[in-house]
Nanobody
Framework: QLQLVESGGGLVQPGGSLRLSCNAP?????????IGWFRQAPGKEREGLAS????????NYADAVQGRFTISRDDAEDTVYLQMNNLEPEDTAIYYC??????????????????WGQGTQVTVSS
């Protein structure tokens, strides 16, 4: 089972941008897996944001982030990114990436995935 690692979180003002990264341990390549980005705010359920299939094509975006967030993959860096623009205080949460290794598709359902990272904190505040 993969142990993914997220990075790139931090404190940003409303209207600002952040780019999150998802990486796998050496010996694994993310282009063999479907990857999803999720977040969980205090007192709320884990929310699916975006997914990308093994071909590097985005498959799903949540309504809450449509037009503001972009998922992509850089094969040279073996990294999946979540570019987040026009951030709002409501975007404050711990952000996670996840992988599924038995499918050619994608999903925003947490139970669809096989492995998860530990998360990176994103705080949007003035």
């Amino acid at each position: 089972q993969l142990q993914l690692v997220e990075s790139g979180g931090g404190l940003v003002q409303p209207g600002g941008s952040l780019r999150l990264s998802c990486n796998a341990p050496s010996g694994f390549t993310l282009n063999r897996y479907a990857i999803g980005w999720f977040r969980q705010a205090p007192g709320k359920e884990r929310e699916g944001l975006a997914s990308i299939n093994i071909y590097g094509t985005p498959t799903n975006y949540a309504d809450a982030v449509q037009g503001r967030f972009t998922i992509s993959r850089d094969d040279a860096e073996d990294t999946v990114y979540l570019q987040m623009n026009n951030l709002e205080p409501e975007d404050t949460a711990i952000y996670y990436c996840a992988e599924r290794h038995t499918s050619f598709g994608g999903s925003l359902r947490p139970g669809w995935y096989d492995s998860w990272g530990q998360g990176t904190q994103v705080t949007v505040s003035s």
